[in-house]
Protein backbone atom coordinates (compact mmCIF):
# COMPACT_ATOMS: atom_id res chain seq x y z
CA UNK A 1 0.00 0.00 0.00
CA UNK A 2 1.28 3.64 -0.93
CA UNK A 3 2.09 6.32 1.70
CA UNK A 4 1.29 8.49 -0.95
CA UNK A 5 -2.21 10.96 -0.47
CA UNK A 6 -4.72 8.76 -1.66
CA UNK A 7 -6.82 9.47 -5.05
CA UNK A 8 -10.45 10.48 -5.95
CA UNK A 9 -11.32 8.35 -9.01
CA UNK A 10 -14.35 8.33 -11.12
CA UNK A 11 -14.60 5.22 -13.04
CA UNK A 12 -16.40 5.31 -16.38
CA UNK A 13 -17.69 1.95 -17.61
CA UNK A 14 -19.94 0.72 -20.15
CA UNK A 15 -20.55 -2.51 -17.75
CA UNK A 16 -21.21 -3.07 -14.18
CA UNK A 17 -23.75 -5.27 -12.00
CA UNK A 18 -26.14 -6.28 -12.58
CA UNK A 19 -25.16 -6.61 -16.09
CA UNK A 20 -21.75 -7.43 -16.48
CA UNK A 21 -19.17 -9.32 -18.95
CA UNK A 22 -15.63 -10.02 -18.76
CA UNK A 23 -14.29 -5.75 -18.52
CA UNK A 24 -16.93 -4.68 -16.03
CA UNK A 25 -16.10 -7.77 -13.32
CA UNK A 26 -12.03 -7.22 -13.95
CA UNK A 27 -12.71 -3.12 -13.24
CA UNK A 28 -15.17 -4.13 -9.77
CA UNK A 29 -11.95 -6.48 -8.75
CA UNK A 30 -9.81 -3.44 -9.56
CA UNK A 31 -12.35 -1.26 -7.94
CA UNK A 32 -12.43 -3.02 -4.71
CA UNK A 33 -8.74 -3.48 -4.25
CA UNK A 34 -8.22 0.45 -4.93
CA UNK A 35 -10.47 1.23 -2.14
CA UNK A 36 -8.73 -1.60 0.03
CA UNK A 37 -5.90 0.74 -0.80
CA UNK A 38 -7.48 3.69 0.96
CA UNK A 39 -8.64 5.39 -2.61
CA UNK A 40 -11.91 7.37 -2.83
CA UNK A 41 -13.74 5.68 -5.75
CA UNK A 42 -17.25 6.07 -6.90
CA UNK A 43 -18.59 4.58 -10.63
CA UNK A 44 -20.63 5.79 -13.23
CA UNK A 45 -21.34 3.10 -15.94
CA UNK A 46 -24.89 2.92 -18.40
CA UNK A 47 -28.37 2.94 -17.17
CA UNK A 48 -30.72 -0.12 -16.81
CA UNK A 49 -34.19 0.25 -16.33
CA UNK A 50 -34.29 -2.65 -13.96
CA UNK A 51 -31.34 -1.35 -11.38
CA UNK A 52 -31.63 1.73 -9.14
CA UNK A 53 -29.98 5.42 -11.14
CA UNK A 54 -27.63 5.77 -7.49
CA UNK A 55 -26.53 2.68 -5.67
CA UNK A 56 -24.79 3.57 -2.10
CA UNK A 57 -22.15 1.66 -0.87
CA UNK A 58 -18.36 0.70 -0.35
CA UNK A 59 -18.66 2.04 -3.95
CA UNK A 60 -20.99 4.28 -4.93
CA UNK A 61 -22.33 3.88 -8.66
CA UNK A 62 -24.46 5.91 -10.70
CA UNK A 63 -26.14 4.64 -13.33
CA UNK A 64 -26.24 7.17 -16.17
CA UNK A 65 -29.50 7.90 -18.24
CA UNK A 66 -29.01 8.68 -21.92
CA UNK A 67 -31.38 9.51 -24.35
CA UNK A 68 -31.10 6.24 -26.31
CA UNK A 69 -32.18 4.32 -22.96
CA UNK A 70 -36.07 6.27 -23.55
CA UNK A 71 -35.80 4.81 -26.88
CA UNK A 72 -35.90 0.53 -26.37
CA UNK A 73 -36.57 -0.34 -30.08
CA UNK A 74 -32.57 0.91 -30.59
CA UNK A 75 -31.04 -1.30 -28.22
CA UNK A 76 -30.14 -4.86 -29.09
CA UNK A 77 -31.06 -6.69 -26.36
CA UNK A 78 -34.13 -5.15 -24.27
CA UNK A 79 -32.29 -6.33 -20.94
CA UNK A 80 -29.30 -5.08 -21.10
CA UNK A 81 -28.22 -1.25 -22.59
CA UNK A 82 -25.14 -0.52 -24.10
CA UNK A 83 -24.11 3.36 -24.16
CA UNK A 84 -24.54 4.64 -27.77
CA UNK A 85 -21.16 4.70 -29.72
CA UNK A 86 -21.87 8.63 -30.06
CA UNK A 87 -21.68 11.71 -27.12
CA UNK A 88 -25.14 11.37 -26.08
CA UNK A 89 -26.51 14.58 -25.30
CA UNK A 90 -28.10 13.73 -21.93
CA UNK A 91 -25.36 11.09 -21.10
CA UNK A 92 -22.94 14.07 -21.86
CA UNK A 93 -24.89 16.17 -19.13
CA UNK A 94 -25.12 14.07 -16.63
CA UNK A 95 -21.85 12.78 -16.81
CA UNK A 96 -20.37 16.25 -16.48
CA UNK A 97 -22.73 16.90 -13.48
CA UNK A 98 -20.81 13.85 -11.50
CA UNK A 99 -17.43 15.12 -12.71
CA UNK A 100 -18.33 18.58 -11.55
CA UNK A 101 -19.61 16.66 -7.94
CA UNK A 102 -17.26 14.12 -7.33
CA UNK A 103 -14.36 16.57 -8.73
CA UNK A 104 -12.14 13.54 -9.01
CA UNK A 105 -7.86 13.47 -9.44
CA UNK A 106 -8.35 11.03 -12.03
CA UNK A 107 -11.10 9.34 -14.51
CA UNK A 108 -10.19 5.79 -16.14
CA UNK A 109 -12.50 5.28 -18.75
CA UNK A 110 -13.94 2.04 -20.67
CA UNK A 111 -16.03 1.47 -23.46
CA UNK A 112 -18.55 3.76 -25.77
CA UNK A 113 -19.63 5.81 -22.39
CA UNK A 114 -16.31 7.38 -22.73
CA UNK A 115 -17.12 9.29 -25.64
CA UNK A 116 -19.80 10.99 -23.78
CA UNK A 117 -17.55 11.68 -21.12
CA UNK A 118 -14.74 13.28 -23.03
CA UNK A 119 -17.21 15.55 -24.91
CA UNK A 120 -18.75 16.59 -21.29
CA UNK A 121 -15.00 17.60 -19.99
CA UNK A 122 -15.13 20.53 -22.27
CA UNK A 123 -13.37 23.09 -20.07
CA UNK A 124 -12.80 20.89 -17.24
CA UNK A 125 -9.35 19.82 -16.68
CA UNK A 126 -8.63 16.17 -14.91
CA UNK A 127 -6.60 13.53 -16.72
CA UNK A 128 -8.49 10.72 -18.31
CA UNK A 129 -7.15 7.20 -18.60
CA UNK A 130 -8.58 5.42 -21.66
CA UNK A 131 -8.67 1.80 -20.55
CA UNK A 132 -8.42 -0.69 -23.71
CA UNK A 133 -9.86 -3.73 -22.89
CA UNK A 134 -11.29 -4.51 -26.19
CA UNK A 135 -11.43 -2.69 -29.37
CA UNK A 136 -14.86 -0.28 -29.38
CA UNK A 137 -12.99 2.89 -29.12
CA UNK A 138 -11.53 2.67 -32.83
CA UNK A 139 -13.95 -0.05 -33.90
CA UNK A 140 -17.10 0.12 -34.66
CA UNK A 141 -18.32 -3.63 -34.13
CA UNK A 142 -15.67 -3.92 -31.17
CA UNK A 143 -14.10 -6.82 -31.81
CA UNK A 144 -12.18 -5.87 -34.99
CA UNK A 145 -13.45 -9.30 -36.42
CA UNK A 146 -13.98 -7.78 -40.30
CA UNK A 147 -17.29 -9.42 -41.68
CA UNK A 148 -17.37 -12.10 -39.07
CA UNK A 149 -14.20 -13.49 -41.40
CA UNK A 150 -10.50 -12.37 -40.95
CA UNK A 151 -8.98 -10.22 -38.10
CA UNK A 152 -9.29 -6.51 -39.41
CA UNK A 153 -5.67 -4.12 -40.09
CA UNK A 154 -6.82 -0.93 -39.19
CA UNK A 155 -10.02 1.05 -39.26
CA UNK A 156 -11.01 3.19 -42.79
CA UNK A 157 -13.98 4.84 -43.26
CA UNK A 158 -15.17 2.94 -46.09
CA UNK A 159 -14.65 -0.32 -45.11
CA UNK A 160 -15.65 0.02 -41.39
CA UNK A 161 -19.03 1.51 -42.53
CA UNK A 162 -19.69 -2.11 -44.92
CA UNK A 163 -18.18 -4.37 -41.77
CA UNK A 164 -20.77 -2.26 -39.30
CA UNK A 165 -23.71 -2.50 -41.92
CA UNK A 166 -23.19 -6.00 -42.23
CA UNK A 167 -23.09 -6.36 -38.42
CA UNK A 168 -26.07 -4.29 -37.24
CA UNK A 169 -27.81 -3.28 -40.32
CA UNK A 170 -27.41 0.31 -42.14
CA UNK A 171 -28.76 2.67 -39.58
CA UNK A 172 -27.34 1.40 -36.58
CA UNK A 173 -23.97 0.14 -38.42
CA UNK A 174 -23.83 4.15 -39.86
CA UNK A 175 -24.45 5.55 -36.47
CA UNK A 176 -21.66 3.22 -35.25
CA UNK A 177 -19.11 4.04 -37.95
CA UNK A 178 -19.77 8.20 -37.66
CA UNK A 179 -19.77 8.02 -33.78
CA UNK A 180 -16.34 6.34 -33.58
CA UNK A 181 -14.49 8.44 -36.41
CA UNK A 182 -16.42 11.48 -35.50
CA UNK A 183 -15.48 11.26 -31.83
CA UNK A 184 -11.97 9.87 -32.17
CA UNK A 185 -10.51 13.87 -32.10
CA UNK A 186 -12.11 14.73 -28.94
CA UNK A 187 -10.90 11.56 -27.69
CA UNK A 188 -7.17 11.85 -28.90
CA UNK A 189 -7.20 15.45 -27.01
CA UNK A 190 -8.91 14.26 -23.90
CA UNK A 191 -6.85 10.90 -23.31
CA UNK A 192 -4.05 11.57 -20.88
CA UNK A 193 -2.60 7.87 -20.98
CA UNK A 194 -3.18 4.44 -22.47
CA UNK A 195 -3.72 1.63 -20.28
CA UNK A 196 -4.57 -2.10 -22.21
CA UNK A 197 -4.73 -5.26 -20.79
CA UNK A 198 -2.41 -6.69 -23.33
CA UNK A 199 0.58 -6.56 -25.85
CA UNK A 200 -2.02 -6.98 -28.47
CA UNK A 201 -4.55 -4.36 -27.51
CA UNK A 202 -1.74 -1.65 -27.09
CA UNK A 203 -0.74 -2.20 -30.28
CA UNK A 204 -4.42 -1.40 -31.75
CA UNK A 205 -5.05 1.32 -29.83
CA UNK A 206 -1.48 2.92 -30.41
CA UNK A 207 -1.74 1.98 -34.29
CA UNK A 208 -5.39 3.23 -34.91
CA UNK A 209 -6.24 5.72 -32.12
CA UNK A 210 -2.76 7.65 -32.43
CA UNK A 211 -3.28 9.88 -28.77
CA UNK A 212 0.47 11.80 -29.16
CA UNK A 213 2.30 12.15 -26.31
CA UNK A 214 -0.22 10.07 -24.47
CA UNK A 215 2.07 7.00 -22.19
CA UNK A 216 1.02 3.53 -23.20
CA UNK A 217 1.25 0.78 -21.15
CA UNK A 218 0.17 -3.29 -20.68
CA UNK A 219 -1.22 -3.77 -17.45
CA UNK A 220 -3.23 -7.17 -17.17
CA UNK A 221 -6.28 -8.49 -15.88
CA UNK A 222 -6.38 -10.58 -12.18
CA UNK A 223 -8.29 -13.58 -10.77
CA UNK A 224 -9.75 -14.00 -8.16
CA UNK A 225 -8.08 -15.99 -5.25
CA UNK A 226 -9.02 -16.32 -1.77
CA UNK A 227 -11.30 -18.81 0.00
CA UNK A 228 -13.19 -21.35 -2.30
CA UNK A 229 -16.98 -20.96 -1.83
CA UNK A 230 -18.72 -24.41 -2.23
CA UNK A 231 -19.28 -25.22 -5.56
CA UNK A 232 -22.86 -26.28 -6.71
CA UNK A 233 -22.98 -30.13 -6.46
CA UNK A 234 -26.01 -30.40 -8.87
CA UNK A 235 -23.87 -28.70 -11.69
CA UNK A 236 -21.03 -31.66 -10.76
CA UNK A 237 -22.99 -34.56 -10.59
CA UNK A 238 -23.62 -33.74 -14.63
CA UNK A 239 -20.18 -33.86 -15.71
CA UNK A 240 -18.39 -37.44 -16.76
CA UNK A 241 -16.62 -39.63 -14.77
CA UNK A 242 -13.72 -39.31 -15.94
CA UNK A 243 -11.26 -36.56 -16.77
CA UNK A 244 -12.68 -34.09 -19.77
CA UNK A 245 -11.25 -31.25 -21.57
CA UNK A 246 -12.85 -27.79 -20.82
CA UNK A 247 -14.13 -24.96 -22.94
CA UNK A 248 -15.43 -21.44 -20.66
CA UNK A 249 -16.87 -18.75 -22.61
CA UNK A 250 -19.70 -17.60 -24.35
CA UNK A 251 -20.86 -20.16 -26.91
CA UNK A 252 -20.22 -17.67 -29.67
CA UNK A 253 -18.73 -18.49 -33.12
CA UNK A 254 -16.04 -15.60 -32.77
CA UNK A 255 -15.26 -17.51 -29.44
CA UNK A 256 -13.94 -20.41 -32.06
CA UNK A 257 -17.08 -22.60 -30.84
CA UNK A 258 -17.53 -24.27 -34.37
CA UNK A 259 -13.62 -25.14 -34.94
CA UNK A 260 -13.96 -26.38 -31.47
CA UNK A 261 -16.31 -29.27 -32.60
CA UNK A 262 -14.96 -29.69 -35.89
CA UNK A 263 -11.45 -29.83 -34.34
CA UNK A 264 -13.30 -32.55 -31.48
CA UNK A 265 -14.42 -34.60 -34.07
CA UNK A 266 -11.42 -35.10 -36.12
CA UNK A 267 -9.73 -36.92 -32.56
CA UNK A 268 -9.61 -40.49 -32.55
CA UNK A 269 -11.57 -41.77 -29.26
CA UNK A 270 -11.17 -38.73 -27.48
CA UNK A 271 -11.96 -38.07 -23.98
CA UNK A 272 -15.05 -36.14 -23.36
CA UNK A 273 -15.64 -32.75 -23.96
CA UNK A 274 -17.64 -30.18 -21.49
CA UNK A 275 -18.53 -26.72 -22.98
CA UNK A 276 -19.53 -24.00 -20.03
CA UNK A 277 -21.14 -20.38 -20.82
CA UNK A 278 -23.81 -18.58 -22.03
CA UNK A 279 -26.17 -19.11 -25.29
CA UNK A 280 -26.34 -16.51 -27.78
CA UNK A 281 -28.45 -16.23 -30.89
CA UNK A 282 -25.44 -17.78 -32.54
CA UNK A 283 -25.02 -21.22 -30.37
CA UNK A 284 -25.25 -24.44 -32.36
CA UNK A 285 -28.84 -25.41 -31.55
CA UNK A 286 -27.25 -29.15 -31.36
CA UNK A 287 -24.03 -30.98 -29.62
CA UNK A 288 -22.71 -34.11 -30.84
CA UNK A 289 -21.86 -37.06 -28.88
CA UNK A 290 -19.59 -37.09 -25.84
CA UNK A 291 -19.66 -33.52 -25.51
CA UNK A 292 -21.64 -31.96 -22.45
CA UNK A 293 -22.92 -28.18 -22.56
CA UNK A 294 -24.15 -26.19 -19.31
CA UNK A 295 -25.34 -23.20 -18.98
CA UNK A 296 -25.47 -20.48 -16.32
CA UNK A 297 -22.92 -21.77 -13.90
CA UNK A 298 -21.47 -20.00 -11.10
CA UNK A 299 -17.80 -18.77 -10.57
CA UNK A 300 -17.25 -21.13 -7.79
CA UNK A 301 -18.58 -23.98 -9.63
CA UNK A 302 -16.65 -23.40 -13.14
CA UNK A 303 -13.34 -22.84 -10.90
CA UNK A 304 -14.01 -26.53 -9.26
CA UNK A 305 -14.21 -28.17 -12.37
CA UNK A 306 -10.96 -27.35 -13.40
CA UNK A 307 -9.68 -30.20 -10.59
CA UNK A 308 -11.22 -32.11 -13.12
CA UNK A 309 -9.94 -30.97 -16.45
CA UNK A 310 -7.30 -32.42 -18.85
CA UNK A 311 -6.73 -29.39 -20.28
CA UNK A 312 -8.53 -26.29 -21.60
CA UNK A 313 -9.40 -25.15 -25.03
CA UNK A 314 -9.91 -21.34 -25.90
CA UNK A 315 -9.94 -21.47 -29.81
CA UNK A 316 -10.96 -17.97 -30.02
CA UNK A 317 -11.47 -16.54 -34.03
CA UNK A 318 -11.76 -12.83 -32.56
CA UNK A 319 -8.43 -11.04 -31.59
CA UNK A 320 -8.97 -11.96 -27.79
CA UNK A 321 -8.14 -9.27 -25.66
CA UNK A 322 -7.05 -11.17 -22.47
CA UNK A 323 -9.28 -13.86 -21.04
CA UNK A 324 -9.44 -14.17 -17.64
CA UNK A 325 -10.70 -16.85 -17.48
CA UNK A 326 -7.47 -18.57 -19.32
CA UNK A 327 -4.76 -17.63 -16.38
CA UNK A 328 -8.00 -18.47 -14.11
CA UNK A 329 -7.30 -22.29 -15.70
CA UNK A 330 -3.59 -21.93 -15.36
CA UNK A 331 -3.78 -21.19 -11.73
CA UNK A 332 -5.20 -24.62 -11.00
CA UNK A 333 -2.67 -26.18 -12.95
CA UNK A 334 -4.03 -26.75 -16.36
CA UNK A 335 -2.61 -26.19 -19.32
CA UNK A 336 -3.94 -24.18 -21.98
CA UNK A 337 -4.37 -24.44 -25.72
CA UNK A 338 -4.89 -21.03 -27.40
CA UNK A 339 -4.98 -18.81 -30.38
CA UNK A 340 -3.45 -15.83 -32.05
CA UNK A 341 -3.64 -13.19 -32.92
CA UNK A 342 -4.24 -12.28 -29.70
CA UNK A 343 -3.72 -11.64 -25.92
CA UNK A 344 -3.88 -15.32 -25.63
CA UNK A 345 0.20 -15.24 -26.27
CA UNK A 346 0.68 -12.71 -23.30
CA UNK A 347 -0.54 -15.60 -21.07
CA UNK A 348 0.22 -19.06 -22.54
CA UNK A 349 4.32 -19.94 -23.70
CA UNK A 350 3.68 -22.02 -26.34
CA UNK A 351 5.22 -25.43 -25.31
CA UNK A 352 5.70 -24.65 -22.17
CA UNK A 353 2.21 -23.53 -20.11
CA UNK A 354 0.20 -24.79 -23.10
CA UNK A 355 0.18 -24.39 -26.67
CA UNK A 356 -1.13 -21.59 -29.41
CA UNK A 357 -2.78 -22.29 -32.80
CA UNK A 358 -3.52 -19.95 -35.54
CA UNK A 359 -7.34 -18.93 -35.21
CA UNK A 360 -9.86 -20.44 -37.30
CA UNK A 361 -7.53 -23.46 -37.52
CA UNK A 362 -9.38 -26.83 -36.70
CA UNK A 363 -6.52 -28.37 -38.35
CA UNK A 364 -3.93 -27.10 -35.99
CA UNK A 365 -6.45 -27.37 -33.06
CA UNK A 366 -6.97 -30.54 -33.40
CA UNK A 367 -3.51 -31.40 -33.57
CA UNK A 368 -3.09 -29.73 -30.16
CA UNK A 369 -5.60 -31.40 -28.38
CA UNK A 370 -4.28 -34.50 -29.51
CA UNK A 371 -0.60 -34.16 -28.39
CA UNK A 372 -2.24 -32.96 -24.83
CA UNK A 373 -4.40 -35.85 -24.35
CA UNK A 374 -1.70 -37.88 -25.91
CA UNK A 375 1.23 -37.20 -23.31
CA UNK A 376 0.56 -37.33 -20.08
CA UNK A 377 4.04 -36.67 -18.66
CA UNK A 378 4.57 -33.44 -20.95
CA UNK A 379 0.77 -32.20 -20.00
CA UNK A 380 1.64 -32.31 -16.62
CA UNK A 381 4.93 -30.70 -16.94
CA UNK A 382 2.92 -27.93 -18.72
CA UNK A 383 0.10 -27.79 -15.85
CA UNK A 384 3.11 -27.20 -13.19
CA UNK A 385 4.45 -24.50 -15.04
CA UNK A 386 0.95 -23.14 -15.97
CA UNK A 387 0.60 -22.61 -12.31
CA UNK A 388 3.32 -20.75 -11.99
CA UNK A 389 2.44 -18.13 -14.85
CA UNK A 390 -0.25 -17.49 -13.45
CA UNK A 391 1.13 -15.76 -10.65
CA UNK A 392 1.73 -12.73 -12.87
CA UNK A 393 -2.02 -12.59 -13.02
CA UNK A 394 -2.88 -12.20 -9.28
CA UNK A 395 -3.80 -9.30 -7.39
CA UNK A 396 -0.43 -8.86 -5.57
CA UNK A 397 1.24 -8.86 -8.68
CA UNK A 398 -1.13 -6.00 -10.73
CA UNK A 399 -2.81 -3.60 -8.28
CA UNK A 400 0.44 -2.18 -7.38
CA UNK A 401 1.63 -1.65 -10.59
CA UNK A 402 -2.25 -0.08 -11.61
CA UNK A 403 -1.65 1.92 -8.41
CA UNK A 404 1.80 3.69 -9.68
CA UNK A 405 0.21 4.12 -13.04
CA UNK A 406 -2.68 6.48 -11.80
CA UNK A 407 -0.39 8.33 -9.00
CA UNK A 408 2.21 8.99 -12.41
CA UNK A 409 -0.42 9.98 -14.39
CA UNK A 410 -1.90 12.50 -11.81
CA UNK A 411 1.78 13.86 -10.97
CA UNK A 412 2.85 14.35 -14.97
CA UNK A 413 -0.80 16.11 -15.48
CA UNK A 414 -0.30 18.56 -12.23
CA UNK A 415 3.15 19.26 -13.36
CA UNK A 416 2.21 20.37 -16.79
CA UNK A 417 -1.04 22.82 -15.40
Known amino acids: MSDREPLRILMVSDEWRPYIGGAGRCMELFADELVNRGHTLEVGTAWHNDAPAFEDGRVPVHRIRDLTSRAQWVSESPDRHTPPPFPDPEAVWRLRRLVKRFKPDLIPAYGWLAHSLVVGLAGIDVPVILWGHEYGNTCPRRDLYRFDREVCSGPGLAKCMACSKHQRGVAKGAAAVAGVFGTAPVLRRKTSALHSVSRYVAMVYDRDLRVPGAPSVVIENFHEEGPDLPADEEILAQLPDGPYILFVGALRRVKGVEDLLEAYGRLVDPPPLVMVGIRTPDTPESFPAGVTVLND ?27 TVVHEAMSRGR ?77 RHRARA
Open 297 to 323: VPHPTVMAMWERALFGVFPSRWPEPLA
Open 335 to 411: PAIGTTPGGHEDMIDDGETGLIVPSADPTALAAAMGRLIEDDDGREEMGRKARVRARDYTREAVVPRLEEFYFATVD
